[in-house]
């Protein structure tokens, strides 16, 4: 009975990690179409979401180099970069779920997005974590890579990047992305503040440093409110990636 | 510094970073102030992107037909539509807008 009982949760973890990640994968269509159609190579792409992994930071990379060119690469790799912390995070939230065993956490690092990290914690045991893990961690990648890989040969059949609105596609990317984030008047003060500081910045300085300056936004406020309120909800997992 | 030297320095940046997670004792990086920040920065750096996309063009500030585009995104998103059909409408009210003529 008992053993029956654990197959069934398990296996409804990984159905849990099918699900989302046959949804988010769909993603990657529009990064792989709106990548290519901004100016980067099949290439590029490929490599962007075969080894950086991580839906909001590949976005931010091509957004602000196809924006601010040559000179706006740097920013560009601190901001995908800086967007890549809470990875960090989850994947020390992950680590004791994951075990023992050194290619299978070199493995697990890779594959520690949004997605596998929320349907791995939402298991009510340790054995369903794991299996939701790594269902939702194989089907992502197989799934994002796949998807990016024919986004982006659509994409180089599409041309011109604004008459089919590619650029409002990505700018609705980034607040689909940011969407699941505001659930708190916490993360939405801030989220205006870095906006505003951006509309005040962008005809001041080089292309890719108001985003920059946004983060610090970001970086002092979480400071500043932990001094306030040390112990206010707080929220690191969900969202897409 | 290249597109390409960019790409892999910035991938292997968030692949170290995913690393640190599992090499890292949990007790020298993880406490309130950590979780905090990297949700708040996270909402900046994408408030700030939205922006940037939005209206940023070449240095300036500008009003065309991304704004709406990004409107209908904001009331899809509001009434919890799927990811996909946000992007859709995004592309096709900006692609109108131009194709008609009614903003650039």
């Known amino acids: 009975m008992a053993e029956e ?4 949760h398990h296996r409804r973890a990984r159905n849990q990690g099918f699900q989302v990640a046959a949804a988010v994968s769909l993603y990657g269509v529009s990064f792989g179409a709106l ?22 930071s590949q976005f931010a990379f091509i957004g602000i180099v196809a924006t601010g060119g040559l000179t706006a690469v740097g920013a560009a790799v601190a ?19 994951i075990g023992p065993g050194f290619f299978k956490r070199a493995l697990a690092a890779q594959l520690t997005v949004d997605e596998s990290t929320a349907v791995a914690v939402a298991q009510s045991d340790l054995t369903s974590s794991r299996h939701g893990f790594w269902a939702t961690a194989f089907s992502l990648y197989a799934g994002w890579n796949i998807s990016t890989l024919i986004g982006a040969i659509a994409g180089d059949a599409l041309g011109d990047v604004r008459t089919w609105g590619l650029d409002a596609v990505a700018a609705a990317a980034f607040l689909a992305l940011l969407w699941p984030r505001l659930t708190s008047r ?12 951006t509309i005040v910045l962008i005809p001041v300085v080089p292309a890719g440093i108001p985003v920059l300056a946004a983060a610090a936004v970001g970086i002092m406020s979480g400071i500043y409110r932990h001094r ?14 | 510094m290249s597109i ?14 995913k690393t640190a997670g599992y090499v890292v004792p949990r007790r020298f990086v993880e406490g309130a102030l950590m979780s905090r920040v990297a949700g708040l920065v996270t909402a900046a750096l994408l408030a700030s992107l939205v922006i940037a996309q939005a209206l940023g063009d070449n240095g300036a500030v500008t009003v065309d037909a991304r704004l709406p585009a990004v409107g209908v995104a904001a ?8 990811f996909m059909v946000v992007l859709l409408a995004a592309g096709v009210v900006a692609a109108g807008l131009r194709f008609l003529g009614l903003m650039v």
Do not use: C, D
């Open chain 1, 5 to 8: 009982f654990n197959a069934h």
């Open chain 1, 35 to 56: 990548s290519v159609a901004l100016g980067f190579s099949i290439g590029q792409t490929m490599v962007l979401s075969l080894l950086m992994f991580s839906g909001a």
């Open chain 1, 79 to 97: 901001s995908a970069g800086l967007l890549g912390v809470r990875n960090g995070l989850y994947a020390l939230r992950m680590s004791p779920i």
């Open chain 1, 186 to 197: 916490e993360p939405v003060v801030v989220a205006i503040g870095a906006a505003a500081v």
């Open chain 1, 228 to 241: 306030v309120a040390p112990h206010a909800p707080e929220r690191t997992e969900g969202g897409a990636s």
């Open chain 2, 4 to 17: 390409w030297v960019g790409l892999v320095v910035a991938s292997l940046l968030i692949w170290a970073l």
């Open chain 2, 75 to 82: 009331i899809l998103l509001y009434f919890k539509a799927p």
